[in-house]
């Protein structure tokens, strides 16, 4: 348990590193800040036109769909593709000073979740603006986003720390993440998914994320508590495992970097 | 007991040395015998050190001697291969000054991002930054980015953060030439403070003279071993007879 009362100590740093995450993303930019707004919300745009086009879809106000299901996934890659660059962007003050080296993953899962936060004022405005209104269901979202920040942690630490010491992991992720785009329910509903490729939604553990999410902001209804639950083990399971691997391979470091 | 701050037991440390290292999965796979060369290279073998509370120690020796290598495990950047390390209280090292700079950021801002890396909550660095701001002399800089700094400012600001952090121990490498003639007397005189208030500390330098005016023991280390412990003058003197 030294590791909370370290990350006690250094607290400070940490909430330095996540601020320089978040803002400095955007330093020298005009819109500054604003583009965690406007990342995401030209992303929608772009979707929402190709789509419906391409997929041929007639889900009714698709826009909000997509927005329920494509802003928790930014958090998802936005969190995992930074994380395996976080040594190798640090490598100056790794190899230098003396700090828990949690603290990195840590920042760099929280300062994605503060821009998911941001991003979600996007899908409510949507709801309003395209008269879906806003449901109960949504005092649920606060259980689904620690889940699901605790099992982005759990694989920021084991990707963050592999990258260390094999550098293909950082070009294999991004690959890694476009075809699990696919295979996540975002610009789909998983119920259209013909039955043999069920099995996928069964899978990917963000396909309950995202499911639970679209429960929540789009159909109204009570998230699948199974499916919490189930990830809820998962992610206690990832971040338990991924620490422990962090931890063996931190040591080697400031050799490796 | 209670004295012994750091205690170094039986620790041997190793490189790998690659001659042409695989760093991509690819080249892993397609050499994995031809290309791997590798040598392992000793650099500490079976170091045995115990410093108490209020000692200046310096570790001298040859380059490649593995000075600066026993200093950043003391640190815990990196780990032994065998052996243990044992500190007792709060470590503070200035192994490069400025580590984690950032030369867009104001001297200011930078003051407090480099004393949090250092483990100070924002309260403390609050209480320390116009002390570290008087020490370093750079008032009228304070806010500019770094980057317009010269690089005799830059070093002064560094070191006027790490050695304002309030550490119980302060590992210093080869960095006491800091700035100019002026600058450099005030570091001495803020080292000569610490060492009466108790503090311990250890330095890795060339200067022998330094060594002679500021520390109470010299450890004199040659080719990962422990050649020699004991008073500053008998070791250094020991030690110039040797290279000269």
Redesign the interface.
Known sequence: MKVFKDLY?????L??SVK?EVRGRY??SFFGVLWSFLNPLLQIAVYAIIFPIILKNNIENYVVFLCAGLLPWTFFTAAVSQSSFIFISNT????????PREILPISVVTSSLINFLISVIIVIALSLVYGMGLSWYLVFFPIIVIVQYIFQLGISFIVSAITVY???IEHFIGIALQVLFYATPIVYDAATIPGSFQIIMKLNPMAYFITAYRSIFYYHTMPDWGGILLMLALSIVLIVVGYLIFRKLQ??F??EL | MKDEVIKVEHVSKSFTVYFDKANTIKEKLLFFKKRNKKEKRIVLNDINLTINKGEVVALIGTNGSGKSTLLKLMTRIIYPNSGKITVNGKLTSLLELGAGFHPDFSGRENIYFNASIFGLTKKEIESRVEDIIEFSELRDFIDNPVRTYSSGMYMRLAFSVAINVDAEILLIDEILSVGDQHFQEKCFDKMRQLKKEGKTMVFVTHSMQSVKDLCTRAVWLYDGKIKMDGDTNEVVDKYIEATA
Do not use: S
């Not at chain 1, 100590?9 to 740093?13: H, K, S, T």
């Open positions: 100590q250094y607290r400070e740093l909430k330095t320089k330093k020298n100056n003050i790794v190899k230098k000073v003396y700090f094999f550098r293909d040591k080697g400031a050799e």
